[in-house]
């Protein structure tokens, strides 16, 4: 059976445009339906997490701004994606420590799974189920020990030995073949140079130096010799326990990939949306070990996956893809997380307080003064100090400053609080300034100091000729 060659680069690029041009336009349909389908969703869970689902029918309208929306909330996946393909890559790097051995690739992946899970596990537990309060040295101590202990053991135990020893073998064989390769090359580019080079009787002062080195030699190669011996005893030495290296670095490879994932740890705690209960703690736990589980799966289909690196690269793409899909249904306050930003980022949720004043069907009497800082207006509106929460388009919703203070997953429960009107039937009005308050004392004597300063730029002692204040702003008379 003939082995079919690798692809190169080139012949790859030219097949996948040529794919591209002949379905441009299915895939720009497709595309299109992914993107818009995306907005929808996104926006109503959006809508949902504030706990106004009423307000997405009157948004789906504009679809100028539905495109930005689909752009950002896309680019925080990525960067979610970014942070759970941590541990991805640092798994990887561990297997990649045995690509000398090619046809057991498989058994290398399933004891590496097998040690980076328990590390993992170990991890989970140390995060929400410790027997004693641990603090961030004693968790990573822990952590370190755990790993190195697994590790150990399981090449003392398992048949894991068998595959670290013929690595080193494996290894030991490639780097003499690389030496004389290294050694036949020096040696054919001195043939060259001396082939090159015109022979010349040698000068007086040369022989006499030849001699001189030659003595030297014969004085000192009882010590070269003695120094010989010991260097090709400390190198095999090294390469008796080349195999204990091995095993070390791998721990630590390993330790390092439990470390990172602290990250996907912290977005599936973030994510949770419910109320804590008792069983919050079992549940994101297990949630969390779940995550964990999916972030090897691309490396896994990598290895395990048979073809050149370009198919493999694919299908471990796809592989990822399929993972942050599964962390998504598993964790569905994610995408919650991912939309709250991505309001933030656009302006559709702000977090500053401003004044808008409402229009008229809406009366002083339905609003608590209190609540919402109401003042009646000349025009019979009221004017507000309120935050907005959510506006795409023309829909605008307003909530109290006091508001401000909850978290994302405590919006549903008071957003029925606030009110929903038309951007196109509010009146932003400008913020008024904010001066600290003095005791009254200061007041008959002095003058604040935002006057003092308008003094010195606008001429401020002009417009009242009868009152002249120092510089300190103290009445003169």
């Known amino acids: 059976m003939s082995v079919t060659p690798d692809r190169t680069f080139a012949e790859v690029l030219k097949q996948t445009v040529k794919r591209i041009l002949d379905y441009w336009t299915q895939i720009t ?45 896309l680019l925080l996946m990525l960067s979610y994606l970014f942070i759970l393909g941590g541990t991805t890559w640092m798994f990887g790097c561990s ?53 190195f202990v697994v590790c150990w053991l399981m090449y003392a135990v398992t048949p894991f030995k068998r595959i670290v020893r013929k690595s080193t073998l494996v290894q030991a064989r490639l ?34 130096w030849h001699a001189l080195v030659h003595e030297c030699g014969k004085k000192t190669a009882s010590a070269r010799r003695c120094i010989k011996e010991k260097w090709q005893r400390l190198l095999s030495w090294i390469q008796a326990r080349k195999e204990f290296g091995l095993v070390t670095v791998l721990s630590l490879s390993i ?16 994510s949770h949306m ?31 996956f048979k073809g050149d690196i370009y198919r493999r690269t694919f299908n471990s793409l796809v592989a990822m893809v399929f993972a942050f899909c599964a962390f998504t249904l598993l964790s569905p306050g994610s995408l919650s997380q991912i939309t709250y930003i991505a309001a933030g980022g656009l302006s559709v949720r702000q977090q500053t307080v401003e004044r808008y004043a409402l229009p008229d069907d809406i009366k002083l009497q339905d609003l608590d003064a209190t609540m919402w800082k109401t003042r009646q207006r000349d025009s019979q509106k009221i004017e507000i100090e309120a935050f907005q929460l959510y506006s795409f388009g023309d829909v605008l919703l307003l909530c109290p ?43 008959s004597c002095r003058v604040p100091s935002w006057q003092i300063h308008a003094g010195r730029w606008l001429a401020w002692e002009a417009l009242i000729p009868s009152v002249h204040r120092s510089a300190s702003g103290e009445k003169r008379g």
């Open 29 to 73: 349909v497709t595309f299109g339906l992914l993107a818009t389908g995306l907005g929808f969703v996104t926006l109503y869970l959006y809508t949902r997490t504030i706990g106004r689902i009423d307000l997405f029918m009157p948004s789906i309208d504009v679809k100028s701004a539905l495109l930005v929306w689909v752009v950002l909330v």
């Open 175 to 208: 780097d003499r073949a690389r030496l004389k390769r290294l050694e036949a090359s020096k040696q054919a580019k001195k043939k060259r140079l001396s082939t090159h080079k015109a022979t010349r009787p040698p000068k007086a002062w040369m022989k006499k």
């Open 95 to 147: 297997v990649l420590l045995f690509s000398n051995l090619k046809d057991n690739q498989p058994r290398v992946l399933f004891y590496l799974t097998v040690l980076t899970v328990v590390g993992f596990s170990a991890f989970i537990w140390a995060t929400f189920f410790p027997p004693i309060p641990l603090g961030a040295w004693e968790t990573f101590i822990a952590l370190l020990l755990i790993v």
């Open 255 to 270: 330790f390092l990939t439990v470390i990172f994932a602290a990250f996907p740890i912290l977005l599936t705690i973030r």
């Open 274 to 304: 419910e109320r804590e209960t008792p069983d919050t703690v079992p549940y994101v736990a297990g949630l969390s070990w779940m995550t964990l589980i999916f972030t090897l799966l691309p490396v896994i289909v990598f290895y395990c």
């Open 401 to 443: 400053k006091d508001m401000l203070s909850l978290e994302l997953k405590e919006l549903k429960s008071y957003s029925k609080f606030c009110v929903s009107t038309l951007n196109s039937k509010v009146a932003r009005k400008p913020r008024l300034p904010i001066f600290a308050r003095k005791p009254q004392e200061e007041w």
